[in-house]
């Protein structure tokens, strides 16, 4: 690459304890350059950039910005090298307009000239083709909105380096689209653009290089025309991975949950579920896709008997369970297993030990006054050899694992329980791509044994791969529900924006 080096991060090292975060790193981007940093959950990417946007200060190493070796204190040093990151949740004030955010705690924001301030933010927006209006409150945005407003909260402030955390984990095809377009525009203006991301299809369409950590260390550098998606996972593992994800197809279906017209309503007397229908037989992957917010919790917890039901009938084999709470689902013999969105929450106690974590989920199945544990400490041997959980042993609190060791805690107790009808949301959040596909393979694993699967993912790809079929939700309402063997991405990002699809017509968009 012939262009001019713009970052340069000389053996940077950052341990926290015991744990070496980032070993001697050295990475380069190039002015009008977009590079993607990849790796697996704990690789040590977000520390490193962290590192770069003054978030952490390195043990060792050097910063190269220009040629010209800087020293990082806070954030407002590397802001004011016109370094800016965009963190994978937003630093906004919610009741405030786009203008406003733009401007906070800028120095004499409190007499700013607004005629000023609205010419020089058209004059960014122009310049990079970001589409925002200053005045509308962040409230009434939606999450590509927000991302907008906070690439020009950083471009306001000179920013010429640009650092994306995971951008696009909320985003509609169609948002990914727009950033990406943005993304090109700061490629062409000059800017150097670093991506951390997870998706490889959208590494291999928008970066030009990509840099790769294992276990803290950076294996590689690449030029995306020379590699592919297949080398790039083997980087990242260490090892060679199927990336391909088996549809497995199971004749004679039988029904076993029909949800009719189910409303649920939050304590401020919003509708976060708006009479939404639909039915799941058993050896069925039905997937949900949504972006965040759009009622995925809230329907997980209503079938799941934690979230109070406002109207609407949920009928497990025939039988409303609307009303009645898990304990008595669970009397009723009805065997559901439910793996929330949030791990520690609601999946797990965070302070107790695999063991004990295990016996939360099957205590009350046991005869007489006293818990024999020897079992349940075999049980949570046999999860640690078959899900690969890197633990110190089975009375390490389940708190001090990482997170996706957490999440594989939490799924093979649920899965160990042979339920009926499996709720999943997110179950891969936090998982590298090796563990993912060992998941996808579980979730399989479940239908052949046919029993129904709720997958609620956000990884479109993934749903279109997996599940059988899709329901859409937008503002809690089901927009469409559709084959995914034959749906498109572009299709789901429609009806994840609001488009409705008509379910007599085959396919077919209303406006």
Do not use: W
Not at 37 to 61: A, Q, W
Not at 90 to 113: C, H, M, P, R, W
Not at 362 to 383: H, S, T
Request: aromatic fraction near 4%.
């Amino acid at each position: 690459m012939n262009k001019e080096t713009f970052i340069q991060l000389k053996n940077i090292t950052k341990t926290f304890g015991t744990v070496v975060a980032n070993s001697n790193i050295n990475l380069s981007v190039c002015k009008g350059e977009i590079h993607a940093l990849l790796g697996e959950n704990g690789s040590g990417k977000s520390t490193l950039m962290n590192v770069l946007s003054g978030i952490y200060t390195p043990d060792s190493g050097s910063i190269l910005i220009d040629g010209s070796e800087v020293r990082f204190n806070s954030p407002k040093d590397s802001i004011r090298m016109g370094i800016g990151m965009i963190h994978q949740h937003f630093k906004l004030v919610d009741v405030l307009t786009a203008k406003e955010n733009i401007i906070l705690g800028q120095k004499g924001s409190l007499f700013i000239n607004q005629k000023k301030l609205s010419k020089q933010i058209k004059e960014i927006s122009d310049r990079y083709g970001l589409d925002i209006d200053p005045d509308k409150k962040i409230y009434n945005m939606s999450v590509g909105e927000k991302q907008t407003v906070e690439i020009l909260k950083v471009l306001y402030r000179g920013a010429e380096i640009l650092i994306l955390d995971e951008p696009t984990a909320v985003l509609t095809p169609q948002e990914t689209q727009k950033l990406f377009k943005i993304m090109l525009k700061m490629k062409s203006e000059g800017c150097a653009v670093i991506i951390i991301t997870h998706k490889l299809h959208e590494v291999m369409e928008i970066s030009d290089r990509i840099t790769v950590l294992r276990k803290g260390e950076a294996v590689a550098t690449v030029d995306k025309i020379s590699t592919s998606p297949k080398a790039l996972t083997e980087l990242m593992v260490g090892r060679p991975i199927d990336l391909a994800i088996k549809r497995i197809e199971i004749k004679d279906k039988e029904l076993i949950l029909s949800v009719k017209n189910l409303t649920a309503v939050d304590d401020d007397h919003v509708k976060v579920l708006k009479d939404v229908s639909f039915q799941l037989s058993k050896g069925e992957i039905l997937g949900v896709a949504g972006v965040a917010g759009s009622g995925q919790k809230e329907l997980c917890e209503a079938i799941a008997g934690l979230y109070p039901v406002a109207g609407g009938e949920i009928f497990y084999e025939n039988e409303n369970i609307v009303g009645k709470n898990p304990r008595e689902i669970i009397k009723r013999g009805i065997s559901m297993s439910f793996i929330p969105e949030d791990r520690l929450g609601m999946g797990l106690v965070a302070s107790m030990d695999m063991v004990d974590n295990l016996i939360l989920k099957e205590y009350q199945n046991q005869k007489g006054f006293m818990i024999d544990r020897q079992p349940v400490k075999e049980k949570a041997l046999g999860l640690i050899k078959k899900l690969d959980i890197k633990t110190p042993g089975v009375h390490h609190p389940v708190k001090l694992l990482s997170g996706g060791n957490i999440q594989k805690v939490l799924l093979g107790r649920e899965l160990d329980s042979n339920p009926h009808l499996l709720i999943t949301a997110y179950p891969v959040r936090g998982l590298d791509i090796g563990a993912s596909y060992m998941i996808y393979d579980l979730l399989n694993e479940q239908k052949a044994k046919n029993i129904a699967v709720l997958y609620i993912g956000e990884d479109l790809d993934v749903l279109l791969e997996l599940c059988d079929r899709i329901m859409v939700l937008c503002d809690g309402a089901v927009t469409g529900i559709v084959d995914a063997k034959t749906a498109t991405k572009e299709q789901l990002g429609l009806m994840m924006a609001g488009e409705t699809l008509d379910p007599l017509e085959g396919g077919v968009l209303i406006d």
